[in-house]
Structures are given as structure tokens and as C-alpha cells.
T-cell receptor, first 114, second 112 residues
């Protein structure tokens, strides 16, 4: 089975621009979560989607948004980029049934904001 | 708010030694706890998941214990190898809001 894939893998943007990141979960997985990882703050939860609905949200400003499609693929959008948005953005998927909550992570998208 | 702490932040051991990694959390209302491994510049690889009702989980050379009442989990890696060098992260899923909270990780170096 193919793992979680994320595109693009690397991205360079300038302040004020917007960016869209994509995540394709493992086939059959219903839940997709997004995380931001930086050296200073570590791994922080952004949001989680299940069956096209945002089920949970972390403490990030409204510039960060996401969605999930009917095939479970998910996108994350960041508008009006700031220098502090430079980070590794990780996506994780899960079957999300009782006893099957293990999160499987993709390789991440490394975003650099100049 | 759940706070997850991992001590020490870094660890260096000679090959063959057993590794003991610690994770503590402030809120015992957890759904499960998961241990991950992260190699430099890469995503996370799941190692073990312990449900809140379980005391331990084992996979090969890895054993993770959970003491929910004291807010602690320990990951044991037996007979460490240079290939075990990585950052190990602990993540706790709250039973209140289902959010996953990560520790900052312990970076392990196994010297050949």
C-alpha cells in the first residue's frame, strides 16, 4: 500500500503570498491531520478532517485553513504568508476506527518564506 | 491544556546498550499515547501506540509502558544499534478534545 504523499516537497514563497499544500492519505484512511514543525515550537497541531468535515482545530490564526475532499485527499492553505510561517508542514492519516487510531505521517512539505 | 515533556533532550550511548526514553504528560485524561521516530528532515514513523486501558505494548526490541495515573510513559529500546539514531517523539491524544499533543523529542545517538 502506498504511504501518505505530500506535494510539493519544497516550496519558496515571499511574504504576503499565499500557498496551498496537498496531502493524499493512505487508501482507506478516513482522517487527515495537519501539523507544523519548527525548531522553536516543535510539532504543533493545525487541524484534523474526517469525512470532509473539520473535526478539530489547533491554535493558529485564520490565515491557516484546510479542507478535505470526498476521496479523503486534503489541502491546506496559508494566506498572507509571514516569515514565521517557514516550517515543515506534515500531514498524517489514520483509519480512525476504535483500535486503529495509529497516525501515519507523510514526508512533509518544507516551506521557506522570504 | 495538555503539556508533554520529554527528558532528556539528547542522549548518546554506545552500541549494544539499552535505551530508556521518558515522556510525561500533565492531564491524565488521555485516549491513547503514541511513540514516533523521526529521522533528520523526514516525516514521522509510528513505533508503538498504547491505548489508555493498556499498560504496555511491545514490538521487536521496543517496549513502551504507560502509567496514566502518574502521567508517564517510557520507551525501552533493547540492544541499541547505530540505526536507532534518530529523534524519538511522544504524542498524547486527549480524551476531552481528541487533540494530539507532542513532546519536543529526545535525540538519540548510538555510537558504533
Amino acid at each position: 500500500k502506498a504511504g501518505v504523499t505530500q506535494t510539493p516537497r519544497y516550496l519558496i514563497k515571499t511574504r504576503g503570498q499565499q500557498v496551498t499544500l496537498s496531502c493524499s492519505p493512505i487508501s482507506g484512511h478516513r482522517s487527515v491531520s495537519w501539523y507544523q514543525q519548527t525548531p522553536g515550537q516543535g510539532l504543533q497541531f493545525l487541524f484534523e478532517y474526517f469525512s470532509e468535515t473539520q473535526r478539530n482545530k489547533g491554535n493558529f490564526p485564520g490565515r491557516f485553513s484546510g479542507r478535505q475532499f470526498s476521496n479523503s485527499r486534503s489541502e491546506m492553505n496559508v494566506s498572507t504568508l509571514e516569515l514565521g510561517d517557514s516550517a515543515l508542514y506534515l500531514c498524517a492519516s489514520s483509519i480512525d476506527r476504535v483500535g486503529q487510531e495509529t497516525q501515519y505521517f507523510g514526508p512533509g512539505t518544507r516551506l521557506l518564506v522570504l | 491544556k495538555q503539556e508533554v515533556t520529554q527528558i532528556p533532550a539528547a542522549l548518546s550511548v554506545p552500541e549494544g546498550e539499552n535505551l530508556v526514553l521518558n515522556c510525561s504528560f500533565t492531564d491524565s485524561a488521555i485516549y491513547n499515547l503514541q511513540w514516533f521516530r523521526q529521522d533528520p528532515g523526514k516525516g514521522l514513523t509510528s513505533l508503538l501506540l498504547i491505548q489508555s486501558s493498556q499498560r504496555e505494548q511491545t514490538s521487536g526490541r521496543l517496549n513502551a509502558s504507560l502509567d496514566k495515573s502518574s502521567g508517564r510513559s517510557t520507551l525501552y529500546i533493547a540492544a541499541s544499534q547505530p540505526g536507532d539514531s534518530a529523534t524519538y517523539l511522544c504524542a498524547v491524544r486527549s480524551s476531552n478534545d481528541y487533540k494530539l499533543s507532542f513532546g519536543a523529542g529526545t535525540t538519540v545517538t548510538v555510537r558504533a
